[in-house]
């Protein structure tokens, strides 16, 4: 049970360059979500997936795209990367049917540095 | 949305000695609140939840924290520090409004003096 796992682990891109980045989870949980941590700030939702087929945007959803691939993987695209996109990403899941309760649980995260 | 306050961007404490880590939070009618914990380079860890079952919340590695309304607080205490507590730690709290997903504070660093 690997529980959250994210690819790649660090990654570095040149200003405009595009990647996705992976997230997939074997805890059949319904919800997932992708965020962003920035020194300082905390963790700032960028997209969410509530269900397989649905997607909405977060706090911070400029300059991403994502796709629920089905219920284990949801992906997040930077189509044109900028250097304000360097942070750390991590995607989280949880099971969706205890509501507010549930407890989610985090992937290991991607370093991204946007030269 | 709903909001936390973490009190204090940095806690140092010495080995052994008692720690106390202050989240306020927003009002709200039923807040769903949460502690995780950070370890260098690591993901994140839950440490305990508050679902209203019981206002005082035991979690894992002998933290526990205390839901008190008339204060809006939910602050996290372990009675005797251990280097291994030394991390990043968020309160955190679901964001409401309709908008799924967490809100967290801006984090407190606990440093552990030898």
Redesign the interface.
């Known amino acids: 049970n690997a529980g959250v796992t994210q690819t790649p682990k660090f990654q570095v891109l040149k200003t405009g360059q595009s990647m996705t980045l992976q997230c997939a989870q074997d805890m059949n949980h319904n919800s997932m979500y992708w965020y962003r941590q920035d020194p300082g700030m905390g963790l700032r939702l960028i997209y969410y997936s509530a269900s397989e087929g649905t997607t909405d945007k977060g706090e911070v959803p400029n300059g991403y795209n994502v796709s629920r691939l089905n219920k284990r993987e949801f992906s997040l695209r930077l189509e044109s990367a900028a250097p304000s996109q360097t942070s750390v990403y991590f995607c989280a899941s949880r099971d969706g049917l205890a509501g507010v309760t549930d407890t989610q649980y985090f992937g290991p995260g991607t370093r991204l540095t946007v030269l | 949305?709903q909001s936390v306050t973490q009190l204090d961007?940095h806690v140092s404490v010495s080995e052994g000695t008692p720690v106390l880590l202050r989240c306020n939070y927003s009002s709200s009618y039923?807040p769903?609140l949460?502690w995780?914990v950070q370890h260098p380079n690591?993901?994140?860890?839950?440490l305990l939840?508050y679902?209203s079952a019981a206002t005082l919340v035991k979690g894992i590695n002998g933290f526990e924290a205390e839901f008190k309304k008339s204060e809006t607080s939910f602050h996290l205490t372990k009675p005797s520090a251990h280097m291994s507590d030394a991390a990043e730690y968020?309160c955190v709290r679901?964001?409401?409004g309709g908008?799924?997903?967490?809100?967290?504070?801006?984090?407190t660093h606990l440093i552990i003096q030898p």
């Open positions: 949305a961007s039923s769903s949460f995780y690591k993901g994140l860890q839950l939840k679902t968020f679901y964001s409401g908008a799924d997903g967490l809100t967290f504070g801006k984090g």
